[in-house]
Every structure is written in C-alpha cells, then in structure tokens.
C-alpha cells in the first residue's frame, strides 16, 4: 500500500532542494507547491478510488503541520487542488521521511572529494572529474550524469574504479582487474560506462575510442588480446624461430607476450601493412610485405610492438588499411600519433569510393556530425592533411562511406 503523503512531500522536498532558497540565493518569501492533476496522475483517473487514499493521506500530514492544501473551489474533503510544503517544518519533515537533507549529502560528498584528491596525485583524468563534481556541487549544479547524491558509496566505487584504471600499467581480464580492486569479479563492469564517459569527457585524446579499446588502453581486457601476423619475415619468440612466410594464415600471438616479440634484421620485409578488420586480413597476400592485424584502435601494446618492428625495419615503407569513413580515418590519424611512424593510408581515397561506388552506404547523421568535426581539426594544418582532406570533403559532399572487405588488393 503506497504512503501517498511521502510521495507528495519527497516530491515537494525535492522542488525546495532545487531552488535558490535552498542555497541562500533568494531572501524573498518563496513557497513550494505541487498541483495533484499535473504531479500525480493517479488522483485524477476515473478508473481507480486513489484519490480517496491520497485525500485521507494528504489530509493526516496537513493534520501533523507538514503541508497546507488548498481544495478546489474552496469544498474541503471533494478534490485537492494543490499543496503547499511547509518551511518551518523541514527537520521533522526529513526526519519522518527518514531522508538525509541534500546539503548534509553534499557535505559528505565534498570530504570524499577532498580525499580522492589527495589519493589521485598525479592521475589527471581523476583529479579533473574532481574538480567538476567538487564545482558542481558548489553551484548547486546537478551531478546526476555521474553520480546520485543519495548514494556515496557507489561513488566511492566509481573513484575506485577510475582511479584504479588510470594508474594501472599489467595486464588484467576485465574480471581479474575487478577482483583485485573490488574482491567482486562483476562491479567494475557495471562501472565501466561512466568510467570510460568520464576519461572520453576529461581527456580528448580518448574521444574517439569505443569502450573496449578504451580499456584496452589502460590494459584491461575483456577478452585474451592476440596480435595477427603474415608476410615474408621471421619472427622470434624467446629462443624459437617462426618462419612467417610459411604460414599462409600467419600467426597469433597473446597480448601478455608481445614484449617477447623479436624480428630478424637478416630476413627484412619492404612493407609494413597494419589493416583494420581481421577479413580482410585473412585475405592479404602481398609479396615482402609484414601484415599485422589491428583491429580497430591500437592499444598500448600494438602501439609499442610497432615501435619496435620499426627500428628493426626503419627503411620499410608503413602503411595502414582501413575502412573510408571518419571511423577508419580516425584510427588512421591515432596510429601515427601513437607511434610516431609515418603511416600513409592505402588504398583508402577517392579512387576506390569511385570505383566501388554501388557498394558504398550512406552516412547517418551521426556520421556527417562526427566527418565535419574530423575535417575542421585537420582544416588547421590543410597542406598537412591534403590528401586526407580531398578523401573527406568527398564523402562528405557525395554521402558515402565505404568498408575495407570490399576492395580488392590482389
């Protein structure tokens, strides 16, 4: 059975936590008020007697001082037109509602702040979402895009959770990381999406990553992270030799051991491919030429494995395939800027948006929103980004994108 009169005063506490009397803003008489037709739907449907409950409920806490209601037309026990919050009844208001005052919630909330700070020293991200909760607080802004104020505890995992990430630097399963950090295998999964919100929002060179490269940057994965090779070299792993060129499909090797990973300097390779999806991978056979799978963004690992193979090859031309859309060029431009090497794109132009024309898609709004955002930052240095810029302004102006299993490279 529903305790309408708790409905309707939370309702009303929660009007009068979000005004400016609330924060000592306003010194002028200020009341709070809820009309019931507008505020509870229940007292004005014909099918039920809710609004019989709802008048005797509203009616005991009119009695015990901690609402004053207004009937409609002035006929008192007919229909409530509106009530009104008293002010001078608010501690026992809260009390008898066994509600915590907003302005004791963000007290606690601020000294949790101030000792998160002090634990994050040296972690950015963490310590901005800081301040910007710290800021909002204090300006009696919402916060409720990251946290609920009625519930410290889970913001204390969150912290956790952030924090925990930005500084870790082994390599964890998702699960793994979550025990060692919360002695639960599934919490930080429940956590992850306001996690990664948090470091896209605070640090813009995560933007553009999706939830699991985004981990993977901080060395959590969800599952076992192979790299992909093929081509026309030999690879070392500890003392065993593997020759490359003999394995049609090449080689898969975990993530946990790529550091192990050596290149023979006596077997060089005169190209250096990175590709974006693993069918098309399956299909490359270019002569001389090192294939290494990337599947999307390139993590940490990936991106020092190539630092690596390039000072074992560092006269080999580099080059990256991917889809010919802003996601594709997006992993493109993060490749180079990772690792430094200069990447040039393959057969990712006009040339092929032309010649695979019918199987080009159409962009979704989203995509024509994120394309211009690309264009205007690589609009900052155009002799730069020429040949970029000429493949973009060209979905753009024709709508299309294309993806990578499409194009022959045989």
Same mark, same amino acid.
């Given at each position: 059975?529903?305790?309408?009169? #708790?409905?309707?005063?939370?309702?009303?506490?929660?009007?009068?936590?979000?005004?400016?009397?609330?924060?000592?803003?306003?010194?002028?008489?200020?009341?709070?008020?809820?009309?019931?037709? %507008?505020?509870?739907?229940?007292?004005?449907?014909?099918?039920?007697?809710?609004?019989?409950? /709802?008048?005797?409920?509203?009616?005991? =806490?009119?009695?015990?001082?901690?609402? $004053?209601?207004?009937?409609?037309?002035?006929?008192?026990?007919?229909?409530?037109?509106?009530?009104?919050?008293?002010?001078?009844?608010?501690? @026992?208001?809260?009390?008898?509602?066994?509600?915590?005052?907003?302005?004791?919630?963000?007290? @606690?909330?601020?000294?949790?702040?101030?000792? *998160? @700070? #002090?634990?994050?020293?040296?972690?950015?991200?963490?310590? =901005?979402?800081?301040?910007?909760?710290? !800021?909002?607080?204090?300006?009696?802004?919402?916060?409720? $895009? *990251?946290?609920?104020?009625?519930?410290?505890?889970?913001?204390?995992?969150?912290?956790?959770?952030?924090?925990?990430?930005?500084?870790?630097?082994?390599?964890?399963?998702?699960?793994?990381?979550?025990?060692?950090?919360? !002695?639960?295998? %599934?919490?930080?999964?429940?956590?992850?999406?306001?996690?990664?919100?948090?470091?896209?929002?605070?640090?813009?060179?995560?933007?553009?990553?999706?939830?699991? $490269?985004?981990?993977? @940057?901080?060395?959590?994965?969800?599952?076992?992270?192979?790299?992909?090779?093929?081509?026309?070299?030999?690879?070392?792993?500890?003392?065993?030799?593997?020759?490359?060129?003999?394995?049609?499909? !090449?080689?898969?090797?975990?993530?946990?051991?790529?550091?192990?990973? %050596?290149?023979?300097?006596?077997?060089?390779?005169?190209?250096?491919?990175?590709?974006?999806?693993?069918?098309?991978?399956?299909?490359?056979?270019?002569?001389?030429?090192?294939?290494?799978?990337?599947?999307?963004?390139?993590?940490?690992?990936?991106?020092?494995?190539?630092?690596?193979?390039?000072?074992?090859?560092?006269?080999?031309?580099?080059?990256?395939?991917?889809?010919?859309?802003? !996601?594709?060029?997006?992993?493109?431009?993060?490749?180079?800027?990772?690792?430094? /090497?200069?990447?040039?794109?393959?057969?990712?132009?006009?040339?092929?948006?032309?010649?695979?024309?019918?199987?080009? #898609?159409?962009?979704?709004?989203?995509?024509?929103?994120?394309?211009?955002?690309?264009?205007?930052?690589?609009?900052?240095?155009?002799?730069?980004?020429?040949?970029?810029?000429?493949?973009?302004?060209?979905?753009?102006?024709?709508?299309?994108?294309?993806?990578?299993?499409?194009?022959?490279?045989?």
């Amino acid at each position: 059975m529903k305790s309408w009169d #708790k409905i309707v005063l939370n309702k009303l506490l929660d009007k009068y936590e979000r005004s400016n009397l609330f924060y000592h803003k306003n010194t002028r008489n200020q009341s709070f008020s809820l009309y019931l037709k %507008k505020s509870l739907p229940q007292y004005v449907n014909e099918s039920s007697m809710d609004y019989l409950a /709802i008048n005797d409920d509203l009616k005991a =806490a009119e009695k015990k001082g901690f609402l $004053a209601i207004t009937w409609q037309q002035r006929k008192v026990d007919h229909i409530i037109s509106k009530v009104t919050l008293n002010l001078d009844r608010l501690d @026992e208001i809260y009390v008898y509602l066994n509600r915590k005052p907003k302005d004791k919630k963000e007290r @606690e909330f601020l000294q949790k702040i101030d000792a *998160f @700070e #002090k634990d994050c020293t040296g972690l950015t991200v963490s310590l =901005a979402f800081l301040d910007y909760i710290k !800021g909002r607080i204090l300006e009696g802004k919402s916060i409720k $895009a *990251f946290a609920d104020l009625s519930n410290l505890k889970d913001f204390e995992d969150l912290m956790i959770g952030l924090s925990a990430l930005e500084r870790n630097d082994k390599n964890y399963y998702i699960r793994e990381f979550s025990i060692q950090n919360f !002695g639960d295998s %599934k919490r930080f999964e429940k956590l992850v999406p306001r996690v990664t919100k948090i470091l896209r929002q605070f640090n813009s060179q995560y933007e553009d990553l999706d939830q699991n $490269a985004l981990l993977e @940057e901080f060395f959590v994965f969800q599952n076992p992270n192979y790299v992909y090779f093929k081509g026309d070299t030999n690879l070392q792993i500890g003392q065993s030799f593997y020759d490359l060129s003999k394995l049609k499909q !090449g080689l898969a090797v975990c993530g946990e051991d790529i550091e192990n990973l %050596k290149f023979s300097i006596d077997h060089p390779v005169k190209t250096v491919l990175t590709v974006e999806n693993l069918t098309t991978f399956t299909r490359v056979d270019l002569a001389k030429t090192l294939v290494i799978y990337l599947g999307g963004f390139p993590n940490k690992n990936r991106s020092e494995l190539l630092k690596r193979i390039y000072k074992s090859f560092p006269k080999a031309n580099y080059y990256h395939f991917g889809d010919i859309d802003v !996601g594709g060029f997006l992993i493109f431009l993060n490749l180079v800027e990772k690792t430094g /090497i200069d990447f040039k794109p393959y057969k990712m132009g006009i040339e092929e948006l032309i010649k695979y024309r019918k199987f080009c #898609k159409t962009l979704t709004k989203n995509d024509q929103t994120r394309l211009q955002k690309l264009i205007d930052r690589l609009s900052q240095d155009e002799v730069k980004n020429k040949t970029i810029l000429e493949t973009l302004n060209f979905i753009k102006s024709n709508g299309i994108k294309l993806e990578q299993e499409i194009i022959r490279l045989n």
